[in-house]
């Protein structure tokens, strides 16, 4: 079975410090891995991916994400947070041998204090 | 650069009533998925195409309907409206990844239609 899991509801962290956004995966073979930030009312959008390569990836607005093979991890980081980064966050994986199906986690929710 | 194209943007129907919602893919995208988030939730996935004809199903409602056209551009019928349609719908497009495509495996989301049923 597929799936995608965000184990935290919501981050708390203040401005300037770092912030993590954990994400865990299951899937059979070598998986596509996605992050994607949504603001109120608005679309997802695409902030970083993992394919093949490098486990550290580099995404926008200073975002980056590790994979973690072993730990069937994807966490989203950042070094120094900003308050804009406040937004909802989805952790997404894609399976090609599915018919190309993706599946989103439930979702981060995080808050960026000054 | 073009993006995901949804109309209309917002809509207002009113229980047992029908709508329709339009999508229109990135130039020379195949695949197009319909996701329904309601307040809160996540992404639910609906139903998707590639090349025009239909390549999964999710938890699309037996009311719901969608097809894709000869232009790519896809559209979501829903009939028989309840309160709980009531949410986000979005479409995103992608090229196809693995052996029958070169894309790059990210979706494309485009803004979504808002269905307020009352």
């Known amino acids: 079975a597929q799936s995608v899991a965000q184990p935290e509801d919501q981050v708390n962290v203040a401005e300037g410090n770092p912030l993590t956004v954990k994400c865990t995966y299951s899937?059979?073979?070598?998986?596509?891995l996605f992050w994607y930030v949504q603001y109120p009312n608005r679309g997802l959008q695409f902030l970083l991916k993992?394919?093949?390569?490098?486990?550290l990836v580099k995404g926008s607005y200073g975002f980056e994400a590790e994979f973690n093979k072993s730990q069937t991890s994807f966490h989203l980081k950042k070094p120094s947070a900003l308050v804009s980064d406040s937004a909802l966050y989805f952790c997404?994986?894609?399976?090609?041998?599915?018919?190309?199906?993706?599946?989103f986690g439930s979702g981060t929710k995080l808050n960026v204090k000054p | 650069a073009a993006g995901v194209i949804q109309s209309p943007r917002h809509l207002i129907k009113e229980k047992r009533e029908t709508a329709t919602l339009k999508c229109y893919p990135i130039?020379?995208?195949?695949?197009v998925y319909w996701y329904q988030q309601g307040p809160g939730q996540d992404p639910q996935f609906l139903i998707s195409f590639y090349e025009k004809m239909q390549s999964d199903k999710g938890s699309i409602p037996d009311r719901f309907s969608a097809q894709q056209f000869s232009d790519y551009h896809s559209e979501l019928n829903m009939s028989s409206l309840e309160l709980g349609d009531s949410a986000l719908y979005f479409c995103?497009?992608?090229?196809?990844?693995?052996?029958?495509?070169f894309g790059t495996g990210e979706l494309f989301f485009g803004e979504g239609s808002r269905l307020t049923v009352l």
């Open positions: 995103a497009s992608s090229l196809v990844i693995g052996d029958r495509g």
């Open positions: 997404a994986v894609r399976d090609i041998r599915l018919g190309n199906k993706f599946y």
């Open positions: 130039p020379r995208h195949d695949t």
């Open positions: 899937v059979s073979g070598n998986p596509y």
């Open positions: 993992y394919i093949t390569g490098d486990n």
